[in-house]
Structures are given as C-alpha cells and as structure tokens.
C-alpha cells in the first residue's frame, strides 16, 4: 500500500462547479499537510498547507481528518485556470515530504 | 528573484556520462531537499540537507547519485554513469525550520534530464 493515495482522476468538470478530491495516508504520526498545484512540465506549487481546524483560502477549502487519516481539497465555483494537477503530501516529521500520485482536474467551459 | 532556483533548466546526455545540478535556495532557508518525478507520479524524495549536514537519504539514491552542499548554501546533484532510467524532473525545495511557515517546502523550477 501506498503511504500517501490520490484518486488520479482526470476530474473533468464544468466551470462555476464545485469538485473535492480527498488524499488519504497510512502513517499515523504524521505532522503537517499540504496541497500543491503542479501545472504541466512545471514545479509544484505550494497552493495551501492544511491545519487540524480546516482552513480555507478565497475558493478553496481544505481538511483534515485524523481519525480517518485523509485530507481534502474542495474547490468552489471553479475556473478554467485550476485546471492543473493537484498534489497531497505529508510530512512525518522527518523533514521529507511524502506526496501522492497528483489528481488531475480539466475545468471545461 | 528570492526563490529557488536550479541550473540547468534542461540536460541532454548519453549513456554512460556524468551529470551535475545546482540548486541555489531562498536565502534565509537552511534546509534545502532534492526530489525527482517521474511522469504521471508525485515527486519522491531523495535526500536532504539542514545547513551543510545530509541528514537523510532516500534507497532510491543509488551509489551513482551523490549530493553536497559544502558551504551550507547552494547544493549539487551528481549522477555518475547515467541510465536511460535516470531521465526524470529532478526537483530542489527550501525551507525554514522557524516562524510560521515553518518546515514549508518550496520548489525551484526543476532540471529536466534526458538520458539518450
């Protein structure tokens, strides 16, 4: 089993939808949380880390759920422009970041 | 530009050479991560630095593969005697083990390498 899974999708969505992809994790000492957006042939970047509060962030929401070991990311009124791969990663503490496969969204008009 | 940069952008070689990548980090970052992605992956880590110590190693950090940073600033990735299976995005991230972002991880460009 993999230690951090993603749905690889292609999520394919119209704009103005809403869309979530969760990301789960096998190692419950993990620390901290993010989701990167990674465009094509380009570098992750650092899109939101997630807190055990939940956070959000304009259009995007982001939780976690200890118990259940996953993470999401929800994704109000999309844009054409989120169309991008979308990375979870986590990190046990031992400074590496552990990240899943990436879940592709394609917003359509 | 106070991101991370990486040189060269894209590496062409044949079998059988030696490759050398730097990455220079955000300045005040003292932690500095080598990854490398593979098509249709997430980025799997394989080493890092905190200063100029290298304090973990990935499995996957044959002995072709080596990394430093002497002076605690800038590191190198080396890979001696390149394998087509070598060709990858080779990925360098920085961060800060303080303040509010700490042990957030950002990424430079990447060295795209082509192994022929």
């Known amino acids: 089993r993999k230690e951090v899974e993603q749905d690889p999708g292609p999520f394919n969505v119209p704009e103005g939808a809403t869309v979530a992809f969760n990301c789960t994790y096998s190692n419950s000492a993990s620390q901290s949380f993010f989701w990167y957006r990674q465009d094509c042939r380009k570098e992750p970047k650092l899109l939101m880390s997630?807190?055990?509060s939940g956070n959000e962030d304009g259009r995007f929401t982001a939780q976690l759920n200890r118990a259940s070991q996953y993470i999401s990311l929800l994704i109000r009124d999309s844009k054409l422009s989120d169309s991008a791969t979308y990375l979870c990663a986590v990190n046990i503490n031992t400074g590496k970041l552990i990240f899943g496969q990436g879940t592709t969204l394609q917003v359509k008009p | 530009d106070t991101g991370v940069s990486q040189n060269p952008r894209h590496k062409i070689t044949k079998r059988g050479q030696n490759v050398t990548f730097r990455c220079d980090p955000i300045?005040?970052?003292?932690?500095l991560y080598w990854y490398r992605q593979t098509l249709g992956q997430g980025p799997e880590f394989l080493t890092y630095?905190?200063?100029?110590?290298?304090?973990?190693k990935s499995r996957l950090l044959s002995d072709r593969f080596s990394a430093e940073r002497p002076k605690g600033s800038f590191s190198t990735l080396e890979i001696q005697r390149t394998e087509q299976g070598d060709s990858a995005m080779y990925l360098c991230?920085?961060?800060?083990?303080?303040?509010?972002?700490?042990?957030?991880?950002?990424f430079g460009p990447g060295t795209r390498l082509t192994v022929l």
């Open positions: 300045s005040e970052h003292n932690r």
């Open positions: 991230a920085s961060s800060s083990p303080r303040g509010q972002e700490a042990d957030t991880q950002y």
């Open positions: 997630v807190y055990s």
């Open positions: 630095f905190q200063n100029e110590a290298q304090l973990e």
